[in-house]
C-alpha cells in the first residue's frame, strides 16, 4: 500500500533519491532537486539543515564521479563507405589501445545504418519489423537505425570480408523509399578521468576524418556509492524504518508500509516482560537449537525429514544470497541465508523464521513487524522454545 501524499508528513523520514529517477515513488514530496542527474526527493519530515546535508553529499561526491567521454564519429552515405575507410578507423583505433599511456578506458567503436524516413513513421516502422533497430525522432523526421554487424577487430575480419558484410547490408534494405540515401555510421568513443588526457587523444581522432567531441558525464558507479551513503545516512539520523519497507532491503520487508518500529519494539518488549524472558534468551535458544542443526548438517549429507535436537525437529532452507540487517550490521552470512522450522516433536508446534531473526533479536531486540510474513512472534516463539527455562529444564530437557 502506497502512502497518499497528505500522509508524507507522518512518515518519520520519507526520503528518495535514485540515478534518473528524480520523482518520489510515495506521494508528493517537499522538494525535487537534481544533480547531475542524480534525482533528490525530499520529505516534509527532513529539516533545512538535513536537506543541505544531503545536498553537500551529492555534489561533493559526484565531482569525484565525474568522466570524460571522447566521442569521434564518422557518418557518410552507405553507398561511397567502404572496407578499406572503416579499416582506417579501427586501425588507428587499435594503435590507440596498443600504445596505452593515454589516461582513458573503455576504447569501444560501433557501427550503424541509419535509413531516413522523413516524416513517414509508419514506414519506419514497417522497414523494422524485418530490418529490426530503433526510431530516432527530430523535428518531425524519423530515421530507422540498425546496428550494422561487421567484425571490427583486424584478427576478425580482413577488409574484403568487411566489403561483403557491407554488400550484404545494401543488399537487406532493399528496394525501400527512403527520405535521402542510407547512411553509415561509426561511432568511436573512450572514456577518461581526466578532460586534458581526453583533449589529448582528441587530434588523433580528428586525423582519421572523424568529428570529435569531449563529453562530461558522471560515472554510474556513482548510483551505490549514493545508495551506500544514504542507508548509512538514514540509520545515522534515527530512520532505519525507511530501510525496512517492502522492496527496500527485501521484497516482503522487515515491517508493513505503515507500521511504526518504535511501537512494535515497545509492544514486544512488553510481551516479553511479562512472559519473565528477554530477547536475548529467546535469540540464544534459537541459537543454540538450530546451530546444532547447522552443524549437524555440515557433516552428513541432506536430512529429508530434518535433523532431530534433543525434543525438536529442525529442517531448513539455504538461500543463495543473504539478508542484510537494516541496522547495517554485519551478521554472519551462514545464518542470513537460511530460513529455519523448529517443531516440538510431541506437540507439533512449529516456529519458523529467517535465520537473521538471531541478529535481530538479540542485537536490536527486533522479532520484525507484525506485517512481515517472517516476523518471529516472541509468545509463540517462548511457547516452542520451551522458555522461560526452569532449574530443572536446564538439567532434564534438552
Ligand atoms: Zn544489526
Known amino acids: 500500500m502506497a502512502a497518499s501524499p497528505s500522509d508524507i508528513e507522518t512518515l518519520p523520514g520519507f526520503m528518495d533519491w535514485f540515478v534518473g529517477e528524480p520523482d518520489a515513488t510515495r506521494g508528493e514530496p517537499v522538494g525535487v532537486v537534481e544533480v547531475h542527474r542524480i534525482g533528490a526527493t525530499f520529505s516534509r519530515s527532513l529539516t533545512e ?16 564521479h565525474k568522466e ?5 564519429t564518422l557518418a557518410v552515405p552507405l553507398a561511397e563507405i567502404s572496407g578499406e575507410r572503416i579499416d582506417e578507423v579501427r586501425t588507428v583505433a587499435r594503435e590507440i589501445e596498443l600504445a596505452g599511456n593515454h589516461g582513458g578506458s573503455y576504447l569501444d567503436m560501433k557501427c550503424m545504418v541509419g535509413l531516413p524516413f522523413g516524416a513517414r513513421r509508419d514506414a519506419a516502422e514497417k522497414k523494422r519489423a524485418t530490418f529490426g533497430g530503433e526510431i ?23 577488409v574484403a570480408e568487411i566489403n561483403k558484410y557491407l554488400a550484404h547490408e545494401r543488399k537487406s534494405i532493399g528496394d525501400v523509399e527512403l527520405d535521402k540515401p542510407p547512411v553509415f555510421l561509426a561511432e568511436l568513443t573512450m572514456v577518461f578521468e581526466e578532460r586534458a588526457a581526453a583533449e589529448a587523444l582528441r587530434p ?12 562530461e558525464h558522471v560515472s554510474k558507479s556513482v548510483f551505490w556509492d549514493v545508495v551506500g551513503w544514504q542507508e ?12 525496512m519497507r517492502p522492496g527496500v532491503f527485501s ?34 535458544r534459537i541459537r543454540e537449537i538450530v546451530g546444532k542443526a547447522l552443524r549437524r548438517s555440515m557433516k552428513s549429507a541432506r536430512a529429508e525429514d530434518g535433523h532431530e535436537i534433543g ?12 539478508q542484510e540487517c537494516p541496522w547495517l550490521c554485519t551478521p554472519d552470512p551462514g545464518w542470513a541465508s537460511i530460513d529455519f522450522v523448529i517443531e516440538d516433536r510431541r506437540s507439533g508446534a512449529k516456529l519458523r523464521g529467517p535465520g537473521l531473526i538471531v541478529h535481530l533479536i538479540a542485537e536490536h531486540g527486533f522479532f520484525e ?26 538439567l532434564f530437557r534438552r
Open 311 to 322: 525434543r525438536f525437529r529442525v529442517r531448513f532452507l539455504k538461500w543463495g544470497g543473504y
Open 136 to 158: 530516432l525522432e527530430d523535428d518531425e523526421k524519423c530515421a530507422l537505425v540498425a546496428p550494422l554487424v561487421i567484425p571490427l577487430r583486424q584478427d576478425a575480419g580482413t
Open 49 to 64: 539543515e538535513e536537506r543541505a546535508e544531503v545536498l553537500g553529499f551529492l555534489h561533493s561526491h559526484i565531482g569525484a
Open 68 to 72: 570524460y567521454k571522447l566521442f569521434g
Open 232 to 243: 548509512r545516512w538514514l540509520v545515522k539520523t534515527g530512520r532505519v524504518e525507511e530501510l
Open 204 to 215: 588523433r581522432f580528428d586525423a582519421v576524418g572523424l568529428t570529435t567531441k569531449v563529453v
Open 369 to 394: 513487524g507484525k506485517e512481515s510474513p517472517y516476523r518471529v512472534d516472541p509468545r509463540e516463539a517462548a511457547e516452542v522454545l520451551g522458555l522461560p527455562r526452569t532449574f530443572w529444564d536446564r
Open 251 to 284: 521484497t516482503a520487508g522487515f515491517l508493513g508500509e505503515t507500521e511504526r518500529l518504535d511501537e512494535v519494539l515497545k509492544e514486544d518488549a512488553r510481551t516479553l516482560a511479562s512472559l519473565g524472558i528477554t530477547a536475548k534468551d529467546v535469540a540464544s
